[in-house]
């Protein structure tokens, strides 16, 4: 079945230093993939996607590029702020069987200092 | 709109008691779920909708009821409270389309089981 490994936490920088989280995935077909940011006492919300290979879904200073060749979408910020403190979600949606239900990793708490 | 709803925000249960979380939805969609969210174990998917009428069992269903009587509501009755059941539950809802759905959170009900 479909699945989604992320690195473990907690990721913990100093303000202005290069944030890197891995994701890695195994699903068939070509899913779409996303990553969700929980902030502090809130929900989910959705941070970027991408829906097909060599895609970079970018947003807030945030990226991630989706690799069929090493199935991967690994998040990436040049220069994180203590705003950025967060848990982070790698999720896919599957490409076949119809269903619509995303597969979330177990999520990657950051933390950033000033 | 305001998006996906949740009641209560936090309760407080003995076991063996029963309650049900609420969460509505404004935005017509068609699929609802709703996930728990325990630490070092990230979301984990209990029950889902795919509209009106058809429900289905998520990865940890068990303890768990939940109807779909109207697109705009997906209550979830917990039967016999147990200690196991506290959690962090969140709904979610998302409108399918290849590629372009994105799964929108409500902000959380805090269940403490004593």
């Known amino acids: 079945g479909d699945s989604v490994t992320q690195m473990e936490g907690p990721v913990t920088l100093s303000e202005e230093a290069f944030l890197t989280i891995n994701c890695t995935y195994t699903?068939?077909?070509?899913?779409?993939l996303f990553w969700y940011v929980q902030y502090p006492g809130e929900g989910l919300q959705l941070l970027l996607k991408?829906?097909?290979?060599?895609d970079k879904g970018s947003n807030k200073g945030f990226e991630a590029t989706y690799r069929k060749e090493t199935t991967s979408f690994h998040l990436e910020k040049g220069s994180v702020q203590v705003s950025d403190s967060a848990v982070y979600f790698c999720a896919l949606r599957s490409a076949s069987g119809g269903s619509y239900i995303p597969t979330f990793g177990r999520g990657t708490s950051l933390i950033v200092h000033p | 709109n305001a998006g996906v709803t949740q009641t209560p925000k936090f309760q407080v249960l003995k076991t063996g008691q029963s309650m049900t979380l609420q969460c509505a939805q404004d935005?017509?969609?068609?699929?609802m779920s709703w996930y728990r969210q325990d630490p070092g174990m990230g979301l984990r998917l209990i029950h889902y909708?795919?509209?009106?009428?058809?429900?289905d069992q998520g990865e940890v269903p068990n303890g768990y009821n939940v109807s779909r009587s109207t697109t705009e509501d997906f209550p979830l009755r917990l039967l016999s409270a147990a200690p196991s059941q506290t959690s962090v539950y969140f709904c979610?809802?998302?409108?399918?389309?290849?590629?372009?759905?994105?799964?929108?959170f409500g902000p959380g009900t805090r269940l403490l089981v004593l």
């Open positions: 991408a829906t097909k290979a060599d």
């Open positions: 699903a068939t077909g070509y899913p779409s």
């Open positions: 935005m017509n969609h068609e699929y």
């Open positions: 979610a809802s998302s409108s399918p389309g290849r590629g372009l759905e994105t799964q929108y």
């Open positions: 909708s795919v509209g009106a009428g058809i429900t």
